[in-house]
């Protein structure tokens, strides 16, 4: 059940996202203006969310790592091994419990 632990925050997060969407709509109209800057005239604050969204690289890329991750180690668990065993069955590779 642990492995289930780290997906239920996730999801939740990424629920929290939207959910309250009268709260929540305000800042996607910000993002949206921001990535679409080359289509419309920027203000400040395009600038400012913009430079801010360049800055958080580095947890961007754990965000990425993280949605990716997930659906891996969940696929794992799913067949019941604990690690990947590159080219095990002759098929590309199989999970097993001990490496």
């Known amino acids: 059940a642990s492995p ?8 939740r997060c990424a629920f929290r996202l939207v959910h309250p969407w009268s709260g929540r709509k305000d800042l996607w ?6 990535v679409g800057a080359p289509l419309y ?3 400040f604050r ?16 754990d965000l990425a790592y993280t949605v990716f991750f997930l659906p891996a180690g969940l696929d794992a668990w799913r067949v019941g091994g604990l690690y990947y065993v590159p080219g095990g ?6 999970f097993d419990d001990a490496a």
């Open 4 to 11: 289930a632990f780290p997906l239920a925050l996730f999801v």
């Open 29 to 34: 109209t910000v993002v949206s203006l921001t």
């Open 41 to 43: 005239d920027v203000t």
């Open 46 to 61: 395009d600038g400012f969310v913009g430079d801010v969204l360049t800055s958080a690289v580095r947890p961007l890329q």
């Open 89 to 94: 069955d002759g098929g590309g590779g199989t």
